[in-house]
Structure formats: structure tokens, C-alpha cells
């Protein structure tokens, strides 16, 4: 109970000095999420062809009825996390404490709480710690099979749905788990027909998005998909950050009472990250898709040392793969922007949406934006809105031209992001100086240094649009981090004294 409330209070220290960071991709979510529950189904635009912009489904029905009630669906996103990762790590100790004892317990919750990159997960906003903690529980249920303990029929089944329709790689990811727990129930007549009725739900599932959207694949899928050289990339940097955790998953192959408990483990994560090393993650901070498979990792760590009989061995040998995350998880290039971008996002792109959204003057039919970030700009604003990277746009996913596609669309405003307080010449393939011809520049944010975004408008609306923007920029530019935009670890750690002062 003593070693459960210490890892548990560091998690929540964890939890809490991460609790600003919202990544801009978890309100596009949102945005889906916010109009299936106002009753226009869960499209980009309003009255526009449905387009599936996200790759999260369950997690976007799953916030629809709080956005029904009115409440800040961020919030519930982290809290929501917060309970799945809480989960996770009370089922690691948990079975790692009755398989082995006291150190495979240290050793596998040990590795959850002290890795960073989980509580940036955490409260990013996004699927990845309930998606984490969904395999982790498939697997879970699986080895409690294999050990003879009760099992519910009917939860492997659902995992594997769940799975599916929480990520499009989710089927994969719980598969070894699923056909392992079928095998071992092979005899069972009703665990067939669970396994039947998964199959079914999700067939009726895919069907019906692929005939509501009209595409066999997400249509983020057409914009990321096939870089297989940034897949090896991905591979080639995922094996350092966490090879104790993989060579002591590993070592259970070795071992004759370990072997079928490896054999699980190791299946899941090779299907989990085989996606990953063929598709090349894009928008991958601070390991993300790395983080799907990290508490099997744990969990296969935990396996590892708990049958050392030298408890002075098995001590150190999980002290090593604890020790060796907790440093790693604090090296991601990208960390101190991570770190920062909380604040840093809600004096730019929050304050611009929210500046939108207050424009009450531009005709409906007339609020419309072009940008590249497509988060929380057309979240907060609520406008009609072209998505210049494609992952919202279906013309531009499948090859169409982004400056003809904004030229066409004609948009009341242009937002695009610049490295300088200089206005670009392109931003992801659109030229800028040519869509915003006979547009007028009515303000550059700054987000963090070498980050900026500029607006433009059609000169008629230019005054309708600039007051609200400026103000709800001037008023966040003063409340969050007011004056400092450096990409350091220090400006994030003066944040977390100040919420820690002791």
C-alpha cells in the first residue's frame, strides 16, 4: 500500500506540472465532437461534405455529450486521461504485485510515473494514455487467462472493438491479445459468439464510415501515410529511448515460465508499432506513438525481474530500467516546446479563435478562414474553415492544388504560420503572396520565438475583424507567460514553482 500511494502521488505531481499543455491537433477533435452534438453529425463544416479529419472516432463520441452539456471539453479530455492513465498504472502494480511480488511491482509502475513524456500525453488532450491503457488492459486479461484466472467472456471481444474504434491501427494492436485469449478458450461455445458479435460490430462500424465519409481510410491517412524512410527514422530513435524496457520484454521469450507471457507481449508491441515504422508518424512530439506501447513495455519489465530469486539483483537490474526512462524521457529534441506550448498556444491560436468568435458584424455566410493550423483557430471561432495541410480538406488530401483550392475559396481571412515576423512566401505548398493578393494585413502574433502567426483580411471586413482579434490577443499576450517566448525547460520550470512554490 505504501510503495501503490508514493508511485501515486508522484504521478499526480506529474499530472499537475503538465496540466496547461492542450496540443492544437486534440481540437479538431473537438470541433467534430462539438458539431455532432449541435445536430450536424460529425463533419468539419457545417453543411459541407462529411470529411473524417481525425483518426480518434470513439474519443470524439465519446466527448459529444459533454459538449451537448456545455462544458470545456479540454478539461474533460485531461480528466478523462487522467483516470485512464491512473488505470494503467494501477493495473501494472496490481498484476505485477500478484505475479512476482514488492520489485516487479517497483519496477514496472516505477518506469509509468518517472517517463515525462507520459503526463504530456496525459493532458494533451488527445487518445494516446486511454488508448495506451485500452491495449494494456487487453493484454492484461489475456495473461490473467493464461494464468487460469477468471475472465469475463465478454471483455476481449469488446477490447478489440473498442481498440478499433478508438485508432484505425487499434484492431492490430489488440489482435494478439484477442486471438490468444480465442485459443485458450477455443472449446467455449459463448466466447465464440462474443468473438462472432465483435466481428460484426466491427464490420457494421467501418462500413458505415466508409460509406458516411466515402473513403476506405481516415482522410488524415492520404496526407501522412507511406514515408517509410521517416518510418525507419521513427524506429531507429524509439529502440534507444526504451531499450531496457525492450531487451527485458524480450528476455521473458528466454525463460520457460515466462515464454507464453513474452511471447503476448512482444506480439502486441511488433503489431503496435508496425504501422508506425511503415507510415512515418507525422506530428509525433515527444514520442507519442512511441507511448502506445510503453506500459506493455512497463508491465514486460516488471515480468522480467520479478522471478530473479536475488532480490538484490532483481533490484538493480529494474533500478537500471527505471533510471534509464527517467533520463531518456527528459531528452526529446522537442521537449522544451512541448514544455512551453500551453501557454504559447493560448496568447496565439486560442486568443485568434476566441477573437473570431466574437466577431459579430461579418454575415454568416461570410465567415470563412484559410489556415494551417487546424486546432483551436476554427474550434474557438466556429467559421467555416479550409485546412491548407489537408488533413481537414479532402480535395487537397487527394493531390489538389492548396493555392488554387484558397484562391477558389475566396476566405474572409487568411491565417498563416511565418518563422519571422516577416510575412512568408509559402506555407505548406500554398503561395501566400499570391492568395492574399488584395487582402489586407491586419495583425502578426507572436507564439514563441521563431513562431508566428499572420493575419489577413478582405479589406471590407478588415475593421469588423482586427478589434476583436487584437483585444483577445493583447488580453492572453499579458496573462500567459507575458513577455517570454524562449524555448527553454526554465521557462516551463518557473511555471511549476510557481504552482509548487515549497
Not at 480518434?56 to 492513465?85: E, I, Q, R, Y
Not at 485546412?387 to 492548396?402: F, M, R
Amino acid at each position: 500500500m505504501f510503495v501503490a500511494g508514493g508511485l501515486g502521488v508522484l504521478f499526480l505531481l506529474g499530472v499537475r506540472a503538465a496540466w496547461f499543455f492542450t496540443i492544437d491537433d486534440a481540437y479538431i477533435t473537438f470541433r467534430y465532437s462539438d458539431n455532432l452534438a449541435n445536430g450536424h453529425g460529425p463533419v468539419w463544416n457545417v453543411g459541407e461534405d462529411p470529411v473524417e479529419g481525425f483518426t480518434n472516432f470513439l474519443w470524439m463520441v465519446w466527448h459529444t455529450p459533454f459538449a451537448l452539456l456545455g462544458l470545456d471539453l479540454p478539461t474533460v479530455a485531461k480528466l478523462t486521461s487522467l483516470v485512464a492513465g491512473a488505470a494503467a498504472l494501477v493495473m501494472l502494480v496490481r498484476y505485477c504485485h500478484q505475479r512476482y511480488g514488492l520489485v516487479a511491482a517497483l519496477t514496472a509502475g516505477g518506469a509509468f510515473v518517472v517517463f515525462v513524456p507520459t503526463y504530456f500525453h496525459l493532458t494533451s488532450g488527445l487518445e494516446t494514455v486511454a488508448f495506451a491503457a485500452l491495449v494494456l488492459r487487453a493484454v492484461i486479461v489475456t495473461l490473467r487467462a493464461l494464468d487460469d484466472r477468471p475472465v469475463r467472456v465478454w471483455e476481449p471481444p469488446l477490447l478489440l472493438v473498442l481498440a478499433g474504434m478508438l485508432r484505425p491501427e487499434g484492431v492490430l494492436a489488440a489482435l494478439p491479445a484477442f486471438l490468444l485469449w480465442l485459443w485458450l478458450r477455443r472449446r467455449d461455445r459463448v466466447a465464440w459468439l462474443w468473438s462472432a458479435g465483435a466481428v460484426v460490430a466491427g464490420a457494421a462500424y467501418f462500413v458505415w464510415r466508409w460509406t458516411y465519409y466515402g473513403h476506405l481510410f481516415p482522410n488524415t491517412f492520404y496526407v501522412k501515410f507511406g514515408n517509410v524512410a521517416a518510418g525507419t527514422a521513427w524506429f531507429e530513435a524509439t529502440v534507444p529511448l526504451l531499450a531496457p524496457l525492450l531487451a527485458l520484454t524480450l528476455w521473458l521469450l528466454v525463460r520457460r515460465e515466462t515464454r507464453w507471457a513474452g511471447g503476448l507481449l512482444v506480439g502486441t508491441v511488433a503489431t503496435t508499432y508496425l504501422t508506425y515504422v511503415v507510415s512515418g508518424p507525422s506530428m509525433d512530439y515527444v514520442h507519442r506513438f512511441a507511448y502506445h506501447a510503453f506500459p506493455l513495455l512497463c508491465l514486460g519489465a516488471g515480468l522480467a525481474v520479478g522471478p530473479i530469486r536475488r532480490w538484490y539483483l532483481a533490484s538493480a537490474v529494474g533500478a537500471v530500467a527505471v533510471g534509464w526512462v527517467a533520463v531518456t524521457g527528459v531528452q526529446p529534441f522537442d521537449l522544451p516546446v512541448i514544455a512551453n506550448y500551453g501557454p504559447d498556444l493560448a496568447r496565439a491560436h486560442v486568443a485568434i479563435g476566441k477573437g473570431l468568435g466574437q466577431v459579430d458584424s461579418v454575415p454568416p455566410e461570410e465567415r470563412t478562414v484559410a489556415l494551417n493550423d487546424a486546432g483551436a483557430i476554427p474550434y474557438y471561432s466556429g467559421w467555416t474553415t479550409v485546412d491548407i495541410i489537408g488533413l481537414n480538406d479532402e480535395a487537397i488530401a487527394h493531390g489538389g492544388d492548396v493555392t488554387q483550392r484558397v484562391l477558389d475559396a475566396r476566405p474572409t481571412v487568411i491565417v498563416v504560420r511565418s518563422l519571422s515576423p516577416d510575412v512568408p512566401a509559402d506555407a505548406y505548398g500554398m503561395d501566400v503572396l499570391q492568395v492574399t493578393e488584395g487582402y489586407e494585413h491586419v495583425a502578426t502574433v507572436p507564439m514563441r520565438d521563431s513562431y508566428y502567426k499572420q493575419v489577413f483580411v478582405l479589406p471590407e471586413w478588415a475593421d469588423e475583424v482586427r478589434e476583436p482579434i487584437m483585444a483577445a490577443v493583447d488580453e492572453a499576450q499579458r496573462t500567459y507567460d507575458p513577455g517570454r517566448y524562449e524555448l527553454t525547460i526554465d521557462r516551463w520550470l518557473d511555471r511549476v514553482r510557481k504552482d509548487f512554490p515549497w
